[in-house]
């Protein structure tokens, strides 16, 4: 069982930065990959970005490529998620995951990913 609760989310303007958190409990955090997912209102939630166990491979949406940076620190049982230059189509919750099976191709998918934390609303103002 993995419990996440992210943190770090605000309301920032066009161009600004924010660093989002989700810290896991459990012992074996090390073991899963890890993605973010975002949903705008009235939209699907969707892929964002996703990091390998190890930490040695990311996997970006076309959208925040260059602006987002996804890392983790498996000392510290805490993913992060660098967004700079935000733009207010950015507006949305952040959600983490933590999935123990996904693969390159399920990795952007919902259903790769076994557990997920609350969200944290991000706002982006123009």
């Known amino acids: 069982q993995v419990q996440l609760v992210e943190s770090g989310g605000g309301l920032v303007q066009a161009g600004g930065s924010l660093r989002l958190s989700c810290a896991a409990s459990?012992?074996?955090?090390?073991?899963?990959?890890m993605g973010w997912f975002r949903q705008a209102p009235g939209k699907k939630r969707e892929f964002v970005v996703a990091i390998t166990w190890s930490g040695d491979n990311t996997y970006y949406a076309d959208s925040v490529k260059g602006r987002f940076t996804i890392s983790r620190d498996n000392a510290k049982n805490t993913v992060y998620l660098q967004m700079n230059s935000l733009k207010p189509e950015d507006t949305a919750v952040y959600y983490c995951a933590a999935g123990r099976r996904v693969t390159p191709i399920t990795l952007v998918g919902e259903a790769g990913y076994d557990y997920w934390g609350q969200g944290t609303q991000v706002v982006v103002s123009s």
């Open positions: 459990g012992r074996t955090f090390s073991h899963y990959a």
